[in-house]
């Protein structure tokens, strides 16, 4: 004899209230979230200058996003998007929101399929001239942009230059975690040194006062030597010859 028909259905609705709570207490129990807002995280896909990166999907457009977290009391998170929420560029990455955890802040971010300018340049070895001319033009229209507003980047590299999509046509800009104000009229120089080695100006290895608009177009002279030979100018195993390279060599 089977059971009554009401009997079944509240049987049904319990199991699916259990298993909505065994899902909702794994969640908040893993050593990783697995949802934050209304956005499922894929998966981590890398790490910026103060927090780690996630590909993550919206749950009721299924639109992918990226997200950045970092320490709610870190002062580092806290400007990149002060920075970052002042950029509007069509050759800057979009950012969407902020959500704000009990421990985290959660930069939301647009998606670039194309992955970093590092990999196409590593799959490719040598671009072409005709695109090395029209994505070194973006590069340096986002750059003017960013100069406009009296900021400086101070960590552009290969891995911070995103492909839009999987066309590689069109780049993004990204991590504004090292921008600073910088207005060159008032003589006001910058002294932290930050950025990423290969990449850095000799002024800022060699702990001298500098232009935050000259060490930008330094590292966009670095990156077009990249994408025109396949390497870096300057790029040892050891770090510290990397370092006496830049120094001591002419460009």
């Not at 899902?23 to 896909?45: A, C, P, S, W």
Request: hydrophobic fraction near 40%; charge should be neutral.
């Amino acid at each position: 004899m089977s059971a009554p028909a009401s009997r079944v259905h509240e049987q049904n609705e319990t199991a699916q209230l259990a298993a909505h709570f065994n899902q909702f207490y794994l969640d908040i129990t893993h050593k990783d979230m697995t949802q934050i807002g209304n956005y499922r995280i894929v998966k981590e896909i890398g790490e910026g200058s103060f927090g780690k990166v996630y590909l993550a999907q919206h749950f009721l457009l299924g639109c992918d996003v990226v997200l950045k977290c970092g320490l709610v009391d870190d002062p580092s998170i806290v400007r990149e998007i002060y920075y970052h929420k002042q950029l509007r560029h069509k050759n800057v990455v979009k950012l969407y929101e902020v959500i704000k955890t009990e421990t985290h802040l959660w930069m939301v971010m647009e998606y670039c399929r194309g992955n970093e300018l590092y990999y196409y340049i590593y799959e490719k070895r040598r671009l072409d001239k005709e695109v090395c001319q029209n994505l070194m033009y973006q590069i340096a229209d986002a750059m003017r942009y960013v100069h406009s507003l009296n900021l400086a980047h101070r960590d552009l590299k290969l891995e911070n230059i995103l492909m839009a999509d999987t066309r590689r046509r069109v780049i993004k800009l990204t991590d504004f975690g090292f921008v600073r104000e910088y207005n060159p009229y008032k003589r006001h120089f910058l002294s932290t040194v930050c950025g990423t080695t290969a990449y850095m100006a000799p002024e800022v290895l060699k702990n001298e006062k500098y232009s935050g608009f000259a060490i930008d177009v330094w590292s966009m002279g670095v990156i077009l030597y990249a994408m025109v030979y396949g390497e870096l100018p300057f790029d040892c195993d050891d770090e510290m010859a990397t370092k006496v390279k830049i120094v001591n060599e002419e460009p």
